[in-house]
């Protein structure tokens, strides 16, 4: 079965500074998908940014960028310019396989310091 | 487009009774998702239908959940008799199942509380 595991709990980042939170999975699918979810206090899932594992380009949208190492099954989120409406949960999620099942790791709480 | 829309947002009942929470997808979409999130469990995946058709149900807890999806636009997910262990958010999202990425939707989510 595949795992998505989020090791740290919680981070927090200076505004304007840039932070990475991390994700490892497990898999034995050569194709699948990653995403990066944003949950505000508002609990609304909003995806961020998403990656297709036959690509070998990372992915980017503006301030939001992947590190994605195949073959380490590593999947970091990096935030620059950090602003105050950053603050929530970030959730990694895999999707692969035949069906088009997520799975969730446990999410990372970041907190942004004005 | 509306986007998800789940109803009610928040529910508070009693041990026992009866809970039916609703949810409209995006039109179009043909993939229909319940999620459950709680602090100790994280993010859930209950079931999901695809064409109307229940797909994987292995997530639902006990035989207490059901769900059905009538028509592409519209699923319930029925929980009889509540107990307060299924105090959560239930979250329904939607997605365009097609060759490819299938970017999933979801909707504000039903707040449960089971006294």
């Known amino acids: 079965a595949q795992t998505v595991t989020q090791s740290q709990p919680e981070m927090s980042v200076q505004e304007a500074e840039t932070v990475t939170l991390s994700c490892t999975y497990d898999?034995?699918?050569?194709?699948?998908?990653l995403f990066w979810y944003k949950q505000p206090p508002s609990r609304q899932m909003i995806l961020v940014i998403r990656?297709?594992?036959?690509?070998?380009q990372n992915a980017t949208e503006n301030r939001f960028s992947v590190n994605f190492q195949k073959a380490a099954k590593s999947f970091s989120l990096k935030i620059s310019d950090s602003q105050l409406g950053d603050a929530a949960m970030y959730f990694c999620?895999?999707?692969?396989?035949?069906?088009?099942?997520?799975?969730f790791g446990k999410g990372i709480t970041l907190s942004v310091r004005p | 487009d509306a986007g998800v829309i789940q109803s009610p947002r928040h529910e508070v009942t009693e041990m026992g009774q009866e809970v039916t929470l609703r949810c409209k997808p995006i039109s179009g979409h043909n993939s229909l998702f319940w999620y459950r999130q709680t602090m100790m469990r994280g993010l859930e995946l209950l079931i999901y239908f695809n064409n109307n058709v229940p797909i994987d149900d292995s997530g639902m807890p006990e035989d207490r959940f059901s769900a059905k999806m009538p028509n592409a636009s519209f699923s319930t997910l029925k929980i009889q008799p509540s107990e307060p262990r299924d105090s959560a958010v239930y979250f329904c999202a939607s997605s365009l199942r097609t060759q490819g990425v299938n970017e999933q939707f979801f909707g504000p989510g039903t707040r449960l509380t089971v006294l």
């Open positions: 898999t034995s699918e050569s194709d699948y998908y």
């Open positions: 999620a895999y999707e692969g396989g035949a069906n088009s099942k997520l799975t």
């Open positions: 990656q297709e594992a036959y690509k070998q």
